[in-house]
């Protein structure tokens, strides 16, 4: 069965340091791959998408993402965090058997000053 | 820009009475999704839509039903309140194709006292 797994439930990171959110799957074909980010009492954002090409994806915010296949994964990255980015963050797989989006159970990101 | 939208934005309603959560998209995607997710936490899939007519149940059981008669509009609906529904709903569409994204409205904040 597809799933998606977000290893970290909370990550703290100093203002202006790197980041990487991790996102594992399981899905048998080929999948597509989604991170969104919710701001707190909003509903969710798409920051960027994976379905083919490229493996490393650019996304709004100064936000990237790298497919790796051989690990089954799909981990979010960003050069130098802003306060503004505290956040929780979705990992998603797409096409499903009924096509539906399966979620992670989210990331939840501080950022100290 | 999303063109999707739910209303109320908060509601607080007592013990025992129905209420309705409206959802409505301008972007003509047949597949709509109602997900409740309390604070902080993951994403649960409650009710999803893929055209006019059709409704499907969740992953996770709700006593909350749904309608889609109409292309652009999905309303939620509980018959009878109750302390255990307070949460929040996220409506969500989602265009045809498997690499599509979803698109989210911004969240009803249901209060039950």
């Known amino acids: 069965a597809q799933s998606v797994t977000q290893p970290d439930i909370h990550i703290t990171v100093s203002e202006g340091a790197s980041l990487e959110l991790r996102c594992n799957y399981s899905?048998?074909?080929?999948?597509?791959l989604f991170w969104y980010v919710q701001s707190p009492g909003q509903g969710l954002q798409l920051l960027l998408k994976?379905?083919?090409?490229?493996?490393l994806v650019q996304g709004i915010k100064g936000f990237e993402a790298e497919f790796k296949r051989s690990q089954s994964s799909f981990n979010l990255r960003k050069p130098s965090v802003h306060w503004s980015d505290a956040a929780e963050y979705f990992c998603a797989v797409g096409g499903g058997s009924q096509g539906n989006l399966i979620f992670g159970k989210g990331t939840k990101l501080s950022v100290k000053p | 820009e999303a063109d999707i939208y739910q209303t109320p934005r908060y509601l607080v309603i007592g013990t025992g009475k129905k209420i309705t959560l409206e959802c409505s998209q301008t972007m003509g995607h047949d597949k709509m999704y109602w997900y409740q997710q309390d604070p902080g936490m993951e994403l649960h899939l409650i009710h999803y839509?893929?055209?006019?007519?059709?409704?499907e149940k969740g992953d996770l059981s709700s006593e909350s039903t749904v309608s889609r008669i109409r292309t652009e509009h999905f309303p939620l609906t509980l018959e009878s309140a109750r302390p255990s529904h307070t949460s929040q709903y996220l409506c969500?569409?989602?265009?045809?194709?498997?690499?599509?994204?979803?698109?989210f409205g911004q969240g009803t904040r249901l209060t039950v006292v």
């Open positions: 839509s893929y055209g006019v007519n059709s409704t």
């Open positions: 969500a569409s989602r265009g045809g194709s498997a690499v599509s994204e979803a698109f």
């Open positions: 994976y379905f083919s090409g490229d493996t």
């Open positions: 899905y048998g074909a080929t999948p597509y």
